[in-house]
Nanobody, 113 residues
Framework: QVQLVESGGGLVQAGGSLRLSCATS????????AGWHRQAPGKQRELVAS???????NYADAVKGRFTISRDTAKNTVYLQMNSLKPEDTAVYYC???????WGKGTLVTVSS
């Protein structure tokens, strides 16, 4: 059974940092692209960052230089390190497995100004 469980969200002041984790089960990170997406109130869900099976990373322009996606294949976990957070980063962040098009339930990140 595939499961993606996000954690690490919360309330942080602008300029602060958070580290999101996506604990996975039922998937093998080495054969899929894993991604973090976000959805702000009233907006469409958008890709934030992804990491391919080969380990290649990709970032949305809005987060380049501030966010870093990584994975620990031994722990079957994907991470999103978020630095220099801005109020516009406020959203629910979702983990995604591209191979099965499976989504986690999300974790809320709120950045106060």
């Amino acid at each position: 059974q595939v499961q993606l469980v996000e954690s690490g969200g919360g309330l942080v002041q602008a300029g602060g940092s958070l580290r999101l984790s996506c604990a996975t089960s039922g998937i093998t990170l080495r054969i899929t692209t894993a991604g973090w997406h976000r959805q702000a109130p009233g907006k469409q869900r958008e890709l934030v960052a992804s990491i391919t099976a080969a380990g290649t990373t990709n970032y949305a322009d809005a987060v380049k230089g501030r966010f870093t996606i990584s994975r620990d294949t031994a722990k079957n976990t994907v991470y999103l390190q978020m630095n220099s957070l801005k109020p516009e980063d406020t959203a629910v962040y979702y983990c995604h497995d591209q191979l099965r098009n499976f989504w986690g339930k999300g974790t809320l990140v709120t950045v106060s100004s």
